[in-house]
């Protein structure tokens, strides 16, 4: 049986076998124990996109995991996400493959937390946090977390992804806490019992994908944060840069100590790993390229992601350097006046683009408007 310190990476092309792979090394089964226990699946379903562009949870990985446990003699088995707020759930469910997995196991459900109701829980430290009923009718929660980085918290993955087990609006309340904080105490209303981690093609930029990177690779852990303490080495960051982390561990959530982790590579052909010494290659940093350009206090995830790709393509067509003043957005601006913002947080503004979230067209043709506007009047003296 898997570890407390330790983490089961495999690398290939075959996400289905891996899985299965890695299940059978954890021996999940005799993790979970009696097969009458309700066991949760919880992917990364943040929008209804595919996971090959870098922000959803490879379907197959869910399918071979909900494989292993029907043959294991586990029935009750629910599938459970909520989609950031500004897209439907059950546009992920079908266009990231979820549907389909249904069907083809029709004893397990899809369950949409969007939809639920909420209880609260009380965390200590005078933190009352909102969660979905739903965990409270679970009994074995299986994290399937994909490795990606954030725009807001650098990089997401285990800790992060049970965000989507909140309601919509207290995953609004989680941006004017900080973040951070409500993230660590999260993790005392909602304990995690598995991760298996998507770290097949995360985009390393941010959470909503589109700059994919390809590892064909997937881990297994029971520690969410020695997990995550990984993923954030993998995505070139030092864990003070993630605030939850230390914050978790110091709640006894687990360790952040990877000097002591075992990580072993269950790769056919594989002699042992460096993987806890040596960081990947991460590549170019986009978002860096564009923050320089707003002003963030307190902002949704959606919607400051929908900015950043909107100011990535304005960049592109050189539109963005002409910019002479910073975009404000977030909750921290309301009832605040201003030049420029975005979302209705920042609505009192002299020029605002409405949505609660906008979405990113909205957003980049807004901009380019108002950027074109600007350099007309330059042109003209007016």
Same mark, same amino acid.
């Given at each position: 049986m898997i570890a407390a310190n330790e983490i089961l990476k495999i690398y290939g092309t075959g &996400?289905?076998?891996? +899985?299965?792979?890695?299940? /059978? /090394?954890?021996?999940?089964? /005799?993790?979970?124990?009696?097969?009458?226990?309700?066991?949760?699946? =919880?992917?990364?379903?943040?929008?209804?996109?595919?996971? /090959?562009?870098?922000?959803?949870? %490879?379907?197959?990985i869910v399918d071979a995991l909900i494989s292993y446990l029907l043959e294991k003699g586990f029935e009750d088995i629910t599938v459970m996400e909520g989609s950031w707020v500004g897209d439907r759930t059950s546009d992920a469910f079908e266009y990231c493959g979820y549907n389909a997995? @249904?069907? #083809? &196991? $029709?004893?397990?459900?899809?369950?949409?937390?969007? *939809?639920?109701? @909420?209880? $609260?829980?009380?965390?200590? !430290?005078?933190?009352?946090?909102?969660?979905?009923?739903?965990? *409270?009718?679970?009994?074995?929660?299986?994290?399937?977390?994909?490795? #990606?980085? %954030?725009?807001?918290? #650098?990089? +997401?993955?285990?800790? #992060?992804?049970? *965000?989507?087990l909140i309601p919509n609006s207290e995953k609004r309340r989680f941006h004017s806490m900080g973040l951070h904080r409500p993230i660590a105490y999260l993790q005392k209303a909602i304990h995690q019992d598995f991760v298996l981690v998507d770290h097949i093609c995360g985009d390393l930029d941010f959470e909503d994908g589109g700059n994919p990177v390809v590892r064909n690779c997937i881990m297994a852990a029971v520690d969410p944060v020695l997990a995550d303490c990984l993923a954030c080495r993998i995505t070139g960051h030092e864990l003070e840069e993630v605030g939850y982390l230390a914050l978790a561990a110091s709640m006894g959530i687990g360790s952040t100590d990877l000097s002591h982790a075992m990580i072993r590579d269950l790769t056919e052909g594989s002699e042992g790993s460096p993987f806890a010494e040596a960081k990947e290659d991460q590549g170019h940093r986009r978002i860096? !390229?564009?923050? &320089?350009? +707003?002003?963030?206090?307190? @902002?949704?995830?959606?919607? &400051?992601a929908s900015l950043t790709a909107a100011l990535l393509r304005l960049k592109d067509e050189g539109l963005l350097d002409k910019l002479d003043e910073k975009i404000s957005i977030g909750q921290g601006f309301r009832g605040k006046t201003g030049k420029l913002g975005v979302g209705m947080c920042t609505k009192d503004f002299e020029f605002f683009i409405p949505g609660c979230p906008p979405d990113e067209e909205a957003i980049y043709r807004g901009l380019a408007e108002y950027i074109r506007k600007?350099?007309? =009047? =330059?042109? +003209?003296?007016g």
């Open positions: &996400y289905e076998a891996m +899985t299965r792979a890695l299940l /059978e /090394e954890a021996a999940l089964d /005799e993790l979970i124990g009696d097969r009458r226990r309700r066991i949760g699946i =919880k992917p990364n379903l943040v929008s209804p996109t595919p996971a /090959e562009y870098g922000a959803t949870t %490879h379907p197959e997995i @249904s069907r #083809k &196991y $029709p004893v397990i459900r899809l369950f949409d937390t969007q *939809k639920d109701s @909420s209880v $609260p829980v009380d965390c200590g !430290d005078g933190i009352v946090l909102n969660i979905c009923r739903i965990v *409270k009718d679970i009994d074995f929660l299986i994290n399937v977390p994909v490795l #990606k980085g %954030h725009c807001q918290t #650098k990089m +997401t993955c285990a800790l #992060k992804n049970l *965000k989507g860096l !390229d564009v923050s &320089y350009s +707003t002003e963030e206090v307190e @902002s949704c995830s959606a919607c &400051y600007n350099e007309d =009047k =330059k042109r +003209t003296g």
